[in-house]
Structures are given as structure tokens and as C-alpha cells.
């Protein structure tokens, strides 16, 4: 093979490989990943299921190129098809989701025993996983008399402080949606049972940028929950609960205006500021 020979040829690589490139790439990502991500982020916002054609329409996806990622994410357990032909999330997304919750309950271990040494009482982590808030993390308090919830309990939303604060990001249409899946149950006088009242209260959380339970879940605990954000999306509710005499002792601003200061924290230092 002559020079000639081999300069073409090396043309013609670099021109393939160039080509790939431009389309195996969207900004810096790799696009069939982005694209992978895009189908299940489409089904997880539908919160059920979504026929070809939607999926299509909600990612901006050829519906070949749909089609062929779908095939391969049945194939590995990340979404299943339906009698009805409609795609959903599949159960092999349960086991990224427990061990995601594992690590993130770990990380924030040092942020909730700040939280400890700030107010006196326990704190806890949460998220929301689908209508139910979950309890991943848990620093108790040093006291003989605290406050104890479960790592990995579900409780519904509208009668605790962490899940008002993950409510709230969401709108309104979205929040009564879910209050009519779930109901309102009245745990004490105190729990909110109305819809509107609820949706009033979600409002006050937006505004004021912090949930408070005064004995909706329990009698006689209160509870401050702030929100976790990451690339501007609420991701998590970090808590401070107690007895509600010792709660009230304590200045309600300043609380949480150190809540904030150590959710902030917890974002940038252990989640990154991407």
C-alpha cells in the first residue's frame, strides 16, 4: 500500500469516525444513552403507562429509534409491556432504587447528625417514591425522650412535614390528583382531611420554603421539614422532629434558616452542583 493508499484510508476512518461521532453524541453525552434516559424519564413523569406513540411524542424520538430502545429495556427487566401493548417501568429499576436509597441515606449521615447537634432532636431523610414518602435516613436524638421513625417507612404525604415540602414543588393539578389516589386519613384533630385546605397548605410551603406537622401524623410531635434541591428539582426533605413542648422552645426562623444552610451543603458537597 502506497502513501496515497494510506492517507485515503486514514481519510476515510477519520471521516467515518467523525460521522459516528456527531451522531453517537448530543452536547457532551452520549446520545443513545441520552436517549435510553429520555424513554424512561418519559414513563416515570407519566407516573403509569404510555403507548409507543406517546413516548414518541414526549421524547422527540423517530418511532423506530423508540421502538428499538424499548426492546432493549424489556429485554433487560427496566420496562415491560402490558396486555394492552403500553409500556411501563420494570421491577429491575427496584433494585437501582434501593441501592441509590442505601447511598444516599449513608451520605447524608454526617448532614443529619449536624441537624442532631443544631436542635437536640432526630432528623431524618425522605423521599418521595411513587405516592408514598419513604424514610431513608435517620440521626436520633441524644435525649432520653425522642422521636423514632423506622428507616424505610412509608407514610402518605399530606400529614407529615417532609412530605408537604415534596408536594409542594408539584402543582396543584398534580397534587390533588394524587390526594384523590390517596385519600386524606385522619390520623389526629390536628391532620388536614380537605382537599382545599390541603392545596392551601401547599401553597404556604412554597412560599414560605419550609413544612411544618403540628401533630397531624402523632400527638404531641412536631416536626420542620426543608427541601433537598439538586439541578433546581426537589429531590429529597430533610427533618428536624421532637415532643412539641421542646420544639416550641426553639426560634422557628432561625431552624430553619440553618436547615437550609446544611441541605445546601448536603446538595453541593455530596450530590455536585451539575
Not at 429531590?235 to 416550641?248: Q, Y
Amino acid at each position: 500500500m502506497n502513501d496515497s493508499d494510506g492517507r485515503a484510508d486514514g481519510g476515510a476512518r477519520n471521516a467515518v469516525a467523525a460521522a459516528e461521532g456527531g451522531a453517537g453524541r448530543r452536547g457532551d453525552g452520549v446520545q443513545s444513552v441520552e436517549r435510553t434516559l429520555d424513554v424512561l424519564e418519559a414513563l416515570a413523569a407519566a407516573g403509569g403507562q404510555l403507548g409507543l406513540s406517546e413516548i414518541s411524542a414526549r421524547t422527540g424520538l423517530p418511532y423506530g429509534t423508540t421502538h428499538r430502545l424499548l426492546r432493549t429495556l424489556i429485554d433487560r427487566g427496566y420496562v415491560r409491556q402490558d396486555a394492552d401493548r403500553k409500556y411501563a417501568l420494570g421491577a429491575a429499576l427496584l433494585r437501582l432504587g434501593n441501592a441509590t436509597e442505601q447511598l444516599f441515606g449513608s451520605w447524608a449521615g454526617p448532614y443529619l447528625a449536624r441537624l442532631v447537634e443544631l436542635s437536640g432532636e432526630t432528623a431524618n431523610l425522605a423521599v418521595m417514591e411513587g405516592d408514598a414518602v419513604v424514610y431513608v435516613a435517620q440521626a436520633s436524638s441524644p435525649r432520653w425522650l425522642r422521636m423514632f421513625t423506622e428507616v424505610g417507612r412509608r407514610v402518605l404525604p399530606h400529614c407529615t412535614a417532609v412530605g408537604k415540602v415534596l408536594l409542594a414543588e408539584r402543582t396543584d393539578a398534580e397534587c390533588a390528583a394524587l390526594l384523590r389516589r390517596t385519600g386524606l386519613p385522619r390520623h389526629t384533630a390536628s391532620t388536614i382531611t380537605e382537599p382545599a385546605a390541603m392545596l392551601a397548605e401547599l401553597a404556604r410551603v412554597r412560599t414560605a420554603g419550609y413544612a411544618v406537622d403540628r401533630g397531624e401524623q402523632e400527638l404531641e410531635v412536631r416536626c420542620v421539614a426543608v427541601p433537598v434541591r439538586h439541578r433546581g428539582e426537589v429531590i429529597a426533605a430533610l427533618s428536624v422532629s421532637g415532643p412539641a413542648s421542646r420544639m416550641a422552645g426553639h426560634d422557628l426562623r432561625t431552624l430553619v434558616a440553618r436547615m437550609h444552610t446544611v441541605a445546601e451543603e448536603f446538595s453541593a458537597e455530596v450530590l455536585g452542583r451539575g
